[in-house]
């Protein structure tokens, strides 16, 4: 979250509205200001604000139909109400819709300062518990998993059937496709979403500690157990356990595992009791299980005991047609984290996506998607805001890509046409279809462009 508060400062006095911006800016603020209650509404609606600092009585749109509209949206910041002709009933009226203060003119600043800095830290402090609650419902629905495809349909189809089960459930897939995502999802959305959700990851703990982190131990039953700790079966009693990576067990807990599986007991290394269990159990891995089985690298016993409902996830390269989805809900989520506009993508961005191969599946293209958010300075993300392998983009030749003959040989005449249709497009494209802009961005003048668009029947 950005440490400057940002203030929105709405007032038709020039002076005032001048006044107040460099006082507040010389505090530490950032500070937006604007004339009309009109033009404060078509910003509230793109930007994000600590606080709002409005004349009550303005031309148009008054000060209170700026606070109606912060209490319509439910927009996370507070608006203070500032006006010279002060009576107990603009106060009273004020107040009741929902105004956080209500200050007169002439404003003495140093009350309007206190204020300002109390109304920053209820907005925060709103902010924060409403982004909280909003990631807690979002465990509760599919709809973080973004997708038209049919590939990833299946996997819905497979998920709602599964919902009211307490099957176990193996999630295959490559690094990157969501797993864990998914995993949440069955858990949030089935009988046990009131009870716990641990997740472990197999391969992030050393051997030598991941059967204590599994099962638990009793003080004094190794070097450095100074108290009896419970281990993630027991943490998720009555919900869900999480086994991320599984294909990474060592084979001497496969054993043990497959027992807590069979006998639903746990017991704790060093103890000699166990603990009846009641847990859902999920896994996952992004090996191929049936190989590693093959090779006598994991128990086919505990691959079967596993492998009860199996859910494929689709590497992103397989479900192309979802990437402009994708891409524009992981540019709003950014944007919103980051507390910036909403971002717009070009289309030659999202073609750049389309085409590229995706090696981290969706957890790289959310990564490259901040990266784009955080470097650029345009309200547009283009071709060139995305890493060089995706975009195509070179430092010495930034605006041509990279061409490789095929073994078999291309028709010259046919490529350079094609390369000639795909930029008049893109041009046409940018130049939002005025062709004196388009031959413009070509370096060719209008009437040649026109020529060519006849030619190719474009």
Known sequence: MNDVARILFIDDEPGSREGLTLLFEREGYQVEAVAAGEEAISLLSRKVYDVIITDLFLPGVSGIDILKNVKENRLPCNVILITGNATAETAVKAMKEGAFDYITKPVNFEELKLIVSKAVEKSRLVAENLYLRQQLRGKYKFDNIIGNSPAIQQVFARMEKILVTDSTV???????????????????????KEKPFIAINCGAIPADLLESELFGHMRGSFTGAVADKPGKFELANKGTIFLDEIGTMPHQLQMKLLR??????????GSTSRTKLDVRVISATNADLDERVRRGEFREDLYY???????????????????PLLA?????????DMRRPVLEITPEAVRALETYEWPGNVREMENVIERAVALTDSEIIDRQDLPSQIGGVSQENSHFPTLRIPGDGIDLAETIALIEKTLIKQAMEKSSNVKARAASLLNINRTTLVEKIKRYDM
């Open 170 to 192: 193996l999630i295959l897939g490559e690094s990157g496709t969501g797993k864990e995502l998914v995993a949440r999802a069955i858990h949030f959305n089935g009988p046990r």
């Open 260 to 269: 807590v599986l069979q006998e639903e007991e746990v017991e704790r290394v």
């Open 305 to 323: 005991r596993l492998n009860v409902i199996p859910i494929h996830l689709p590497p992103l390269r397989d479900r192309r047609e979802d990437i």
């Open 328 to 336: 524009k809900h992981f540019l709003r989520k950014i944007c919103i």
